[in-house]
């Protein structure tokens, strides 16, 4: 306890400096207005800070990226509400509800509710990091190549195999991210891999660039080959955004808890973040109300649980980020790489050895996530001005933006090169149904694949039974199989079932 | 656009055979039996399975056409856009050192905007504006070493 008292006043030190408290502050109103602006995500949004961050001590790097996401996945409901267009993928779920509710001119209680209840959210999901990570940590230590290797090739697998319409294109996404990890001279034997006699290969692909090309750059042409008619926004009161709100918690305060802590549990599963959890809380809100047939119709039940899920599900991610290193969304991917760079390598020996730089990032959580109660009041009130905002401006503006936060990185225009060819490759894979964020879960993770797979091969000279010795090593290798195998599995047996019934039927 | 799968599949394939040929070639460690084509290779067999199912799915997909242009390439309007974004960045990457940051920002941001229906009278100042603060916020504050090119000489 002295410890933890000790290391939460260190942390405080960290982060209650005026330069620290500006980067969230400024990272604050950038994640509004991001999440606000149709076609800009709260992983645009990430992207675009990186090549910032960059420049930045740890703390207030980590500071800015946790402050933008929260605010951009909070603001995503904004034009949801007002134009029928999700801000960001997190608010799709929930978004013709809220449309609904503007057309019955409730939408300021719908944008009301979206916000407290993702404040809400966003802290019992920091609550649960708070509690989990340190925790978690501990038995982390224990962990032995074999552990690392299964967790990784579980914490992958999940991200193939939840929430992608087309396993087989997810898979292929993730394999291509892993080869291009491979580029380099960065693996085990230490030999140039893939560099075609080019010294900028050497270094392997930087991953800002190719983070910036395949989320900004991309979304950029999206943008371009726009076809549909302009957005329409409906005019409704955005004042009284507090109304009723206090009898709306009382009313849902189950809906809340449970849409809290599910979103957690599905932020820390790897590759289904904030998105996953808003589409299946909002289900679940449904299954479990009592009136379900109000639902669709402009009910707010449905946001309450899910607008708290997709808030918490932002902090579940950190859990396997910070402990293991393994990112549980594409916003904790591009973090990750972050905090690599700073020199906070992420895993448990951060948190014997650096705590206070821990608590820090649990405290700018906690900051963050009450400073939305007030900045996201006035994004509302100022909406109609936001959602104004000419986006034939502003996109060649993000592409210039990109382009020199890609040269920035390495002050090379290879960086730009990378860029363009990723942002062009992941706009055409994205047009034909392959998934980007499994190929950036492959990218961030694959030396540590490698480099976990073959030490633990070497060590088991041959004999894969030792990939199954230690206790925790066998169990994660067995769970991780059966994930493996689930799908397969299920297919055989519905053929099986269904072979058997048609078996019956006479003629 | 839309490519069928059977297409993209075969690309894949392709992509994978060309990474076990580059591999081959690579050294062992002595005594042991991973060298730096273990990892690799098995992603590139991997991946030739995973074509091989794209492929098959994409020829009993019958419906499917090889090719299917999207809207926007039919449209003469966004396939500029398109061409200007992938253009002006490929110019970039080619020109950068020699023409300069300043310069190419303001060429690729008017094209850019004129493209899609900023006011023409607005083109020109948006286009400075938001290319000297760029400037600034990385030349200055980040000390960024963005090229001077053409205007070298004026350096400030």
């Known amino acids: 306890m002295p410890d933890l008292i000790h290391n939460a006043l260190l942390a405080a030190q960290l982060v209650f400096q005026p330069q620290v408290l500006l980067v969230i502050l400024a990272s604050a109103v950038f994640g509004m207005a991001v999440g ?14 990186v090549p910032i961050t960059f420049f930045m001590d740890p703390i207030p790097a980590i500071a ?53 209840f993702s404040a809400i959210g966003g802290l019992i999901g920091t609550a649960v990091l708070i509690v989990g990570a340190p925790a978690l940590a501990e038995v982390a230590l224990k962990f032995s190549s074999f552990e690392y290797f299964w967790l990784v090739v579980l914490g992958l697998s999940a991200a193939v195999f939840i929430g992608s319409a087309n396993v087989v294109k997810a898979l292929i996404m993730l394999i291509l991210g892993l080869l291009v990890a491979c ?9 140039p891999r893939f560099t075609l006699g080019n010294a900028e290969l050497m270094g392997g692909i930087s991953l800002i660039p190719v983070m910036v090309g395949m989320f900004a750059v991309s979304e950029v042409l999206r943008f371009c080959v726009d076809t549909d008619p302009p957005l329409r926004m409906v005019q409704g009161r955005l004042s009284g955004v507090f109304e009723g709100i206090g009898a709306t918690a009382r009313r849902y305060k189950m809906g809340i808890l449970r849409g809290s802590l599910f979103g957690t549990v599905i932020g820390i599963q790897p590759g289904a973040g904030a998105d996953m959890a808003s589409w299946l809380s909002y289900a679940m809100s449904k299954r479990f109300s009592r009136e379900p047939e109000k639902f669709g119709t402009g009910h707010i039940e449905g946001i309450v649980e899910s607008g708290a899920a997709n808030n918490s599900a932002l902090a579940g991610a950190w859990i396997p980020a910070l402990v293991f290193g393994i990112p549980g969304d594409s916003i904790t991917a591009i973090a990750i790489g972050v905090l690599y760079m700073k020199g906070l390598n992420p895993g448990p020996s951060l948190f014997l050895n650096n705590p206070q730089n821990i608590y820090a990032i649990f405290l700018v959580f906690i900051l963050a996530n009450l400073i939305m109660v007030p900045l996201g009041w006035a994004a509302i009130r100022l909406s109609a001005n936001i959602l104004r905002v000419p986006r034939n401006i502003l996109m060649p503006v993000i592409l210039v933006f990109c382009v020199v936060g890609s040269f920035a990185i390495n002050n090379t225009v290879f960086g730009v090169l990378l860029m363009l060819v990723f942002g062009v490759a992941a706009f055409l894979l994205e047009e034909n149904g392959f998934p980007v964020a499994p190929a950036i879960l492959g990218l961030v993770l694959g030396s540590m694949l490698e480099e976990t797979f073959v030490t633990s091969m070497i060590k088991a000279d041959g004999d894969p039974l030792v990939f199954f010795e230690r206790p925790i090593s066998a169990t994660l290798g067995v769970v991780t199989i059966t994930v493996l195998l689930w799908p397969v599995g299920s297919a055989l047996w519905r053929r099986w079932r269904l072979g058997r019934r048609d078996g019956r039927v006479p003629g | ?37 273990a990892f690799p290779s098995l992603l590139a067999g991997l991946l030739l399975v995973c074509s091989a199912v794209l492929v098959v799915r994409g020829l009993q997909d019958r419906r499917a056409a090889w090719v299917s242009p999207g809207a ?47 006011r023409p009278l607005l083109v020109l100042p948006v286009a400075l504006v938001a290319t000297l603060v760029i400037h600034f916020v990385f030349y200055k504050l980040l000390r960024v070493p963005l090229p001077w090119g053409w205007l070298q000489g004026i350096a400030w």
């Open chain 1, 36 to 49: 606000a602006i149709p076609g800009l995500t709260a992983t645009m949004a990430t992207a675009l800070l």
């Open chain 1, 64 to 116: 800015a990226i946790v402050t933008a996401t929260a605010m951009a996945i909070f603001s995503g409901d904004i034009p949801g509400a007002l134009l029928r267009i999700p801000g960001t993928p997190a608010s799709a779920a929930y978004t013709d509800e809220a449309y609904a509710m503007t057309l019955k001119g409730r939408g300021h209680q719908a944008l009301g509710a979206g916000l407290v």
């Open chain 1, 183 to 191: 580029v380099g001279l960065d693996n085990p034997a230490g030999y």
């Open chain 2, 1 to 37: 656009m839309k490519v069928n799968d059977a297409l993209s599949g075969a690309l894949l394939a392709l992509l994978a055979l060309v990474v076990l040929f580059a591999v081959k070639d690579y050294p062992t460690i002595p005594g042991q039996d991973i060298g730096p084509a």
């Open chain 2, 72 to 118: 926007w390439l039919r449209s003469p309007r966004h396939l500029l856009n398109v061409g200007l974004v992938v253009g002006g960045l490929a110019l970039y990457v080619a020109a950068s050192d020699t023409v300069g940051f300043i310069p190419l920002s303001l060429l690729i941001l008017s094209a850019l905007f004129l493209a899609l229906d900023v």
